[in-house]
């Protein structure tokens, strides 16, 4: 059966007379979520659907973009917040706890999350739901890469200097791949001085952000470049001659996505927003967010990688036991410092 939107729901609504939680509701209460912006806000627009149908009167509006702007406004409200819950990975929730604008999720309401990888749990910070990830890899121009790195340190050989891409460490990409450079050669991650040192040997082009580090690699201006996976799959289902390597040592790395709830919201907002989190942790939403055209990999037991998803996504007996993500709150503090450095050491404009 061919996966989609209404095949998923018609699969959630069978079960949910079992699994819906009976709460009282306002007659009409509109969830404001903080996503992608993109198509990948689709399984978020599914799961938003399907609580609606368990809650008549309620609806989801997903938007794109979490700015310092939109958090010092949660922060200020009171009782009234303009945004009630986000999709967030492992940096924004260090910044987010920060600033004191997270509500810790209740996991108790939350059955699903008892069949959650017990890998992931621990990148929510007791704060946040982890939902799905997105890993850290090398995509290559299969035409012009012959043996693409398969280690961190392979890109270090030789055969890549001055055909690399590396990405601003303004995105959580590039300062990821700073932290695991460091890593890779027996260093604390937070070591942003060996990384950079490194990474001039390299003699890389600079992208600003991870779609402008893909379109560099499409056009033939770089041979190679770490790239998140979801942007190597969908360059590569486009009908490009990308590849893809999920790089080890460390890694298979991945950076879990969390569900987390922001202060100042509404009486009844934290019932709605567990519930959420749980049908996204359901088989059927965990399967159209690993599914072509979202990639996304998955954290619920017994959910089976998708065949389009397998070259990005660990798989194999190995990949699954070393997968691991990156001690961020060790290293995401140095953000701006690294940032200033890098720019003045890769002549940035």
């Known amino acids: 059966m061919k996966l989609t939107r209404r095949t998923v729901l018609g699969g959630l609504a069978a079960t949910s007379a079992l699994s819906s939680p009976t709460v009282l509701r306002a007659q009409t209460r509109e969830l404001v979520m903080v996503g992608y912006g993109t198509e990948s806000d689709a399984p978020l627009i599914a799961a938003g659907e399907e609580l609606g149908r368990r809650n008549p009167g309620v609806s989801l509006r997903v938007i794109g973009g979490l700015s310092a702007e939109a958090l010092a406004q949660i922060k200020a409200a009171r009782g009234n917040s303009p945004y009630d819950l986000a999709v967030m990975g492992s940096p924004a929730i260090i910044n987010a706890l920060a600033e004191d604008v997270l509500v810790p999720l209740d996991f108790s309401q939350i059955p699903n999350a008892a069949n959650v990888d017990p890998k992931f749990p621990s990148y929510g910070y007791d704060v946040g739901q982890p939902i799905w990830f997105e890993g850290i890899g090398v995509a290559y121009d299969t035409t012009r890469v012959a043996t693409p790195p398969r280690r961190w340190e392979d890109l270090w050989s030789g055969e890549y200097n001055g055909r690399i891409g590396m990405c601003r460490p303004q995105s959580n990409l590039g300062l ?11 260093m604390p991650q937070d070591d942003m001085e060996f990384a950079l040192t490194k990474w001039m040997e390299l003699d890389p082009l600079v ?8 379109q560099m690699i499409e056009r033939g201006e770089v041979d190679l470049a770490p790239l998140w996976h979801v942007n190597s799959a969908l360059a590569a289902s486009s009908g490009l001659p990308i590849g893809y390597t999920k790089l080890m040592g460390p890694g298979p790395l991945m950076l879990p996505t969390n569900i987390v709830h922001f202060v100042n919201t509404q009486d009844g907002t934290a019932d709605l927003v567990h519930e959420f ?3 996204l942790l359901t088989p059927e939403i965990q399967s159209m967010a690993g599914s072509a055209p979202i990639y996304f990999g998955t954290v619920v037991q017994g959910v089976e990688v998708a065949e389009e998803a397998a070259p990005y996504v660990p798989s194999t007996p190995e990949e699954l036991a070393t997968t691991t993500s990156l001690d961020w709150p060790s290293f995401a503090p140095l953000r701006g410092q690294t940032v200033e450095t890098f720019d003045r050491m890769f002549a940035v404009q």
């Open 176 to 186: 990821g791949v700073l932290a695991a450079t460091s890593e890779a050669f027996g």
């Open 207 to 214: 992208g600003r952000s991870p779609p402008l580090l893909q």
């Open 277 to 279: 989190t749980d049908i």
